[in-house]
Structures are given as structure tokens and as C-alpha cells.
Nanobody, 116 residues
Framework: QAQVLESGGGSVQAGGSLRLSCVVS????????VYWYRQDIGKEREFVAT???????KYGASVKGRCTISQDNAKNTVFLQMDSLNPEDTGIYYC??????????WGPGTQVTVSS
């Protein structure tokens, strides 16, 4: 069974860093890219970053310059390094595996809380 699982969230103070991980298991290949999104209470889900599609790596405007997405194919893991965090980065961070010939697979999310 295909599964996506995020980890690495937590509570940090403004200016701090976190490294999120997204592990893909169940013999699936995200051959159309892996995406990170985030959503805070009362807000719409927001695109954060993507890797592994033909457009290469891309970042959302609100995190560009502060986040780095990378992948370890041997471990089926995508990482999201987030630096210079601020309270507006608070939310649940979701990982999505997209496939060319199958439906997307979402993870349950990991909570990030940034205090001022």
C-alpha cells in the first residue's frame, strides 16, 4: 500500500530552523514530482516547494530564499530545510507524491509552530 509520511515538525522560536522529511514507501514512484504544502488554521493550503518534476525545484514566494528542498533517492525521502523561520510559517506541512499514471498520495502532515 502506498504511503507518504512526514516528520520533523516541532516548535521553534522565530529565526530558528527545521528540517522536514517526507518518506515514500509501498513501492511507489513519485514520477511526477513531490510537493510540500502548508496550511494554517483559517487559511488556504499554500504551495511551499517541489522537486522531481521536469521543471526542477520550485519554491513558493513566501519561502523563497529561506527553504531548500532536496531528495535522497536511495532512501525514498524528500527533505525540506527551512531557515529564518517566522510566525507566519506556522501550520501543518503536508507532502504530496504525484504520479503520471496514478492518483496523488498525501501524507497526514506534520505540525510546525513558530513563536515570536
Amino acid at each position: 500500500q502506498a504511503q507518504v509520511l512526514e516528520s520533523g515538525g516541532g516548535s521553534v522560536q522565530a529565526g530558528g530552523s527545521l528540517r522536514l522529511s517526507c518518506v515514500v514507501s509501498g513501492s511507489i514512484r513519485c514520477d511526477n514530482g513531490v510537493y510540500w504544502y502548508r496550511q494554517d488554521i483559517g487559511k488556504e493550503r499554500e504551495f511551499v516547494a517541489t522537486i522531481g518534476n521536469r521543471d526542477g525545484t520550485k519554491y513558493g514566494a513566501s519561502v523563497k530564499g529561506r527553504c531548500t528542498i532536496s531528495q535522497d533517492n536511495a532512501k525514498n525521502t524528500v527533505f525540506l530545510q527551512m531557515d529564518s523561520l517566522n510566525p507566519e510559517d506556522t501550520g501543518i506541512y503536508y507532502c504530496k507524491c504525484t504520479r503520471k499514471r496514478a492518483s496523488d498520495v498525501w501524507g497526514p502532515g506534520t505540525q510546525v509552530t513558530v513563536s515570536s
